[in-house]
């Protein structure tokens, strides 16, 4: 009688990146939630129930999974890449802290996931091969203010960053005035990784420097990284270029 | 008779984290390099050659399997974790810089993992869900002094922070200064997690408070991941508390 959340993580594009773990715990599950474009991921199965929801209903869709669980349900609400990085597992723990009672009793397991920015960086080298930060720039839930303060920090430090969520048509500037942000900072000739769709068959993953970055080569399904003054492109004959961030670091910055 | 070169991320712990991209690249190796730990974690094939060495020899680890794939071998070099974070595809890339001519023109594909990061926090929640950083304690390749900085950066700018390579035998010191750097900045109640040997038999990952920190309880085989001031501990009856950082920050940091 006691039911199951399992917070699934598929990894980014297709199921090249599925864990061992993260499918089993796929078939497990007796109803499937998540996202309409993540669920798709998912082969359908006639004795399993669907039920994908649009992509900004996060609150609302780890509510319903956290309620029909407590009827005693296994259920699965699937992620994308990890969903731990700004993905459903934060909101289903806003959702159990919030919600009923009961819902702390439930047994919650969250299955980690390649989360894009290892994917993206997988493609191109090791660019988050020494120390670097992890930042949406989405400032739906944030201060504008803030995410600049975390650039300056993050950069100013010698951090390679990883920026997520970097524009989309309700937040069209925000990738335009970041990049401008760190070009105080750092090197105009800083590599910058432009990671789209990464593992789907429209994947198409690029370098430039942060004088060249354009925002308009961005959409919500790109995530960029930015490197430090460390990193390094080794050019090849007849291949794409390799971008690392060695593992020793100097402590010399812009 | 063109070789090629795997770097295969494994994930932390045992064979559930491994993605079905990276068991179909370790299928397909006619050799397999790799630090013997990690290598004992792929079941032996008698018509694949294993070459394991120790811990700390990566860059002649990556050499000598560069090498190898030079010679028209297919080739995997295995990783625990995710090979881009901490790990060997920063150590081929440095070999690839500075080796012969001819290995820039190998077929190198990298197989991204999850990371012990992302696995430590599914344990407890979803402690990275919002901004954060990660940075390796060791200063065997960089100079402490930089570490203080990136830790002074992190955790005033309200990142939460993942430590790898806390601590060792050589390295004994640095994880308790580092934690003291770190209460200058946080809140001595800031929740602090404790992630050891991840995804093994014998796995055990806690939480406890900046203040109740103790470098003592940490080893090699351990992650650790220090809250923000917006981390958030749940706490359930009959089950372990969920760590959390809601996906909305304020920005009103200590």
Redesign the interface.
Known sequence: MSGQLSIVGL?PGD???????AA?ALAAAQALYGYGRYLERVPIRPDQARHPSDNRE?GSRAAAALAHAAQGTSVALVSGG??????M??????A??SGPEAW??L??A??????AM??V???M????????????LSDN???W??IE??L???A????VIALYNPISQARPWQLGTALQRLRRHLSQSTPVIFGHAVGRSDERVTVTTLAAADPAAADMATLIIVGSSET?V??????PP?V????????AHT
């Open positions: 990894g199921s090249c990146y599925l864990t061992a773990q089993a996060e990890d969903p731990g990085v700004f993905a597992a934060a909101a289903v723990c806003e159990i802290e702390r009793a047994d919650v969250i299955v980690p996931g390649v989360t290892l994917a960086a997988a493609r080298g090791a660019p988050l091969g020494h120390d670097f930060c992890t930042l949406s839930r944030k201060p203010e803030l303060r975390r300056d920090a993050a100013s430090a010698g951090f390094r080794i050019t090849r004959p007849g291949r390799l690392y961030t060695p593992r020793s670091a100097q402590g």
